[in-house]
């Protein structure tokens, strides 16, 4: 399989093949499996640092993904390159909140390794629909559970400015899923193969986590172990997600597969 995007080469990585990684500073230390990263558990100040970092790279790849879809995809419909459009932009954003927010830190750029999985795995699809499922429907979709436990987390870990960083990114987040399941369903409408590119997408997604997934036992590069517990999905958001636009047959789905962990609605204000 090759990279199908313009100017794009593969990498192979545990017997997978995945797109090459975007440029970074020389100051970047990049890598390519979750085993090389140095994540670690708790809210230590060095966890605090690592976890912004890696956010704020993961950040500058969803905005990298959709600047590309915009390349590889000149002849989709101009309303939806425009949603993909202001979608770089508001990723940009959020790269830029973080990076400020490791600066109060007292944390830097290049601190901790990165890596670009994202980035890798979505742009070995060919069509902007399948992109879309991987990219916003699934990643960020996830990204949306995710925030909504973790800004809470930052607060009772006494971070409040975090915390409304994280609130900022989730309401965007939030729009991108939206427009994603919104135009694969219009799509999808008028074209059913549409579908098929759709369902590719997201099969190739489960092959690159089962060859990627970590084994339960063994150790990340500063010694801690994957557990059970760390590979289980984020508890579903599904206040948000149904903000997305997932309908609540999906949601059900996506509960299942979390083993019916939910976040409690957020408090209307
Ligand atoms: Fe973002
Ligand atoms: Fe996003």
Not at 149 to 160: K, M, Q, V
């Amino acid at each position: 399989m090759t990279a199908t995007g313009v100017g794009l080469r593969t990498k192979t990585v545990h017997g997978v093949a995945l797109c090459d990684d975007p440029a970074r500073e020389a100051c970047f230390t990049v890598v390519h499996t979750d085993a090389e990263m140095h994540e670690w558990p708790g809210m230590s100040d060095v966890s605090r640092r690592e976890r912004i970092h890696r956010h704020m790279n993961n950040e500058c790849g969803a905005m990298e993904i959709a600047a590309q879809a915009l390349v590889d995809f000149p002849d989709a419909p101009w309303d939806l390159r425009m949603r993909v459009a202001r979608q770089a932009a508001d990723e940009a954003r959020h790269v830029l909140l973080l990076a400020r927010r490791l600066d109060e830190l007292n944390g830097h750029r290049g601190e901790f390794p990165v890596a670009n999985y994202e980035w890798g795995v979505t742009n070995m699809v060919n069509t902007l629909p399948g992109r879309l499922a991987i990219e916003n429907r699934t990643f960020e979709a996830g990204l949306i559970d995710l925030l909504g436990s973790l800004r809470t987390t930052w607060r009772e870990a006494g971070d409040e400015t975090t915390a409304e960083v994280l609130d900022a990114i989730l309401s965007d987040e939030i729009t991108h899923v939206r427009f994603a399941n919104r135009w694969i369903r219009r799509l999808t409408e008028e074209n059913p193969r549409v579908l098929l590119d759709v369902a590719m997408a997201v099969r190739f997604l489960a092959r690159v986590n089962q060859a990627l997934e970590p084994a339960v036992g063994s150790v990340n590069a500063v010694g801690v172990a994957f557990t059970a517990e760390s590979r289980r999905p984020p508890a579903v958001d599904v206040d948000a997600r149904l903000e997305a636009d997932f309908t609540e047959e999906e949601v059900r789905e996506v509960l299942r597969q979390a083993g019916f962990r939910s976040i409690l609605p957020r408090e209307v204000s």
